[in-house]
């Protein structure tokens, strides 16, 4: 029987491993499979949501629980990313209930439909950081209103396209935004100039690795997302997605996990990923 005690027994071993130095957390985590869990609670529209398919679906509350729990008793707790619109319910319920299972806990969303209530019901459920997309001034004023009533430490960041203004990114940490991430498109992207890569480091959370496949990626590639990978892994393979169809980690590898087909079927996925030859940036995995 599934017990909430089990899972924050591992929730303790998660805690222990993560006060260990980094050169040895590293290992661990891969040996013990996905670092990081994805709730797709809904399909996002807006900044390196674009081209996503489609996978909402409408499932239950009590499903969504059950989903994280099994994942959780076969793999050990990990942080956990919600994604899902303003004014979905399910977003604050399952923020609430991971924060409960006493794992960090962000969300990543949209500025529309983002005012007081629905910042206040976000950070009151536990969130540790929100990553808003198409971010607004009112969205970020009403967050850090919410932040600031509630005496919270939350992280909030905005997400921009490259090509956005600097008086943008300026009003956006004016209205409370802690830092802001520049988002490479899923396929090509924007021309230069781009006015955020003046940034300071201090405001500014884009890797510089990321300027250079920008500069890469100005053309697409005969349709491929990103550009060719030289080395490395693609780091999206660190996580899994669970959204209303099933379990996946990338978006453009096929071999889909289905809801029923259990979690071992993801290795062959994962593995997938770990050779494929693009680099794409994905939004999700940043």
């Known amino acids: 029987m599934i017990t909430r005690l089990q899972v924050l027994a591992r929730?303790?071993?998660?805690?222990?491993?993560?006060?260990?130095?980094?050169?040895?957390?590293?290992?661990?985590?891969r040996?013990?499979?996905?670092?990081?869990?994805?709730?797709?609670?809904?399909?996002?529209?807006?900044?390196?949501?674009?081209?996503?398919?489609?996978r909402a679906a409408a499932r239950p509350l009590e499903e969504w629980q059950t989903r994280v729990v099994d994942w959780f008793l076969a793999h050990g707790p990990v942080p956990v990313?919600?994604?899902g619109r303003p004014g979905n319910p399910l977003l604050k319920e399952m923020v609430r209930f991971c924060h409960r299972l006493e794992v960090p806990v962000s969300v990543r969303t949209t500025a529309t439909s983002l005012g007081l209530p629905e910042a206040e019901a976000i950070i009151d459920g536990g969130?540790?950081?929100?990553?808003?997309?198409?971010?607004t001034e009112e969205a970020f004023l009403a967050l850090a209103?919410?932040?600031?009533?509630?005496?919270?430490?939350?992280?909030?960041?905005a997400e921009l396209h490259a090509d956005a203004s600097l008086e943008q990114a300026r009003a956006l940490?004016?209205?409370?935004?802690?830092?802001?991430?520049?988002?490479?498109?899923?396929?090509?992207?924007?021309?230069?100039?781009?006015p955020l890569r003046s940034l300071v480091a201090s405001f500014s959370r884009t890797p510089a690795a990321l300027w250079a496949a920008l500069d890469d990626m100005a053309g697409g590639a005969a349709g491929e997302p990103g550009r060719a990978r030289a080395r490395g892994h693609c780091p999206i393979g660190a996580r899994v997605v669970l959204d209303g169809e099933g379990a996946s980690s990338c978006p453009w590898q096929p071999g889909r996990i289905g809801r029923d087909a259990g979690w071992a079927a993801?290795?062959?996925?994962?593995?997938?990923?770990?050779?494929c030859t693009r680099e794409c940036w994905h939004p999700e995995a940043l």
Do not use: M, N
Not at 36 to 50: H, I, K, Q, T
Not at 177 to 193: L, Q, S
Not at 266 to 275: G, T, V
């Open 266 to 275: 993801l290795a062959e996925h994962r593995a997938d990923i770990a050779a």
């Open 127 to 135: 969130a540790r950081r929100v990553i808003v997309g198409e971010p």
């Open 31 to 54: 040996l013990d499979g996905p670092s990081r869990l994805d709730l797709r609670l809904d399909d996002l529209g807006g900044v390196g949501f674009g081209e996503l398919p489609s």
């Open 81 to 83: 990313c919600v994604i």
């Open 11 to 29: 929730a303790g071993a998660h805690r222990r491993v993560e006060a260990l130095p980094a050169w040895i957390r590293g290992p661990l985590r």
């Open 173 to 194: 940490q004016a209205a409370g935004a802690d830092g802001v991430r520049v988002v490479g498109a899923w396929r090509g992207t924007a021309p230069e100039p781009w």
């Open 145 to 157: 209103a919410a932040r600031a009533s509630r005496s919270a430490r939350v992280d909030l960041e």
